[in-house]
């Protein structure tokens, strides 16, 4: 999915295996991944999406300068946050620690890696849709050659 504040930016769903980079749109605020191709349209990861950043990921936050390695890491889980608030960003990522980072406070220019995309399962009618783990990932190490 894509945040609200993309509607009006080309948009299309990402591929499993594809290199993105973190990109400020044309609003000139609002930052998400696009394709290295392709920098003007969006790439919407669906919450569950995991990607594999080529460094230790860096955003916007107080006295970044002053303060150490947020140490992060380099592995991080698509999600959206605040969906019951339609005023404020929604996508996200999530890290292994349980920290929470707002795409659009992801530093412009970091790449990443689609290592794996969430499955829909077909519900039974009148069911809520589920997600759940693909049985095709992509090793981090490919990510890192």
């Not at 669906?46 to 300068?65: I, M, Q, Y």
């Not at 150490?68 to 608030?85: E, H, K, P, S």
């Amino acid at each position: 999915m894509c945040d609200y504040s993309l509607h009006d930016v080309a948009s299309r769903p990402a591929r499993l295996g594809e290199a993105l980079v973190t990109t400020v749109f044309g609003t000139g605020w609002t930052r998400g991944f696009a394709s290295n191709d392709q920098r003007d349209v969006a790439v919407c990861l669906r919450p569950g999406t995991e990607l594999a950043f080529a460094n230790d990921v860096d955003w916007d936050r107080p006295f970044r300068f002053f303060r150490r390695a947020t140490g992060a890491g380099r592995l991080a889980r698509f999600r959206q946050v605040n969906v019951n608030d339609p005023f404020v960003h929604h996508d996200a990522i999530e890290f292994p620690d349980g920290r929470v980072v707002l795409l659009t406070r992801l530093t412009p220019g970091q790449r990443a890696t689609v290592v794996q995309l969430p499955v829909e399962r077909p519900a039974e009618p009148g069911a809520p849709r589920t997600t759940a783990r693909p049985a095709e990932l992509i090793s981090v190490e490919a990510c890192r050659a």
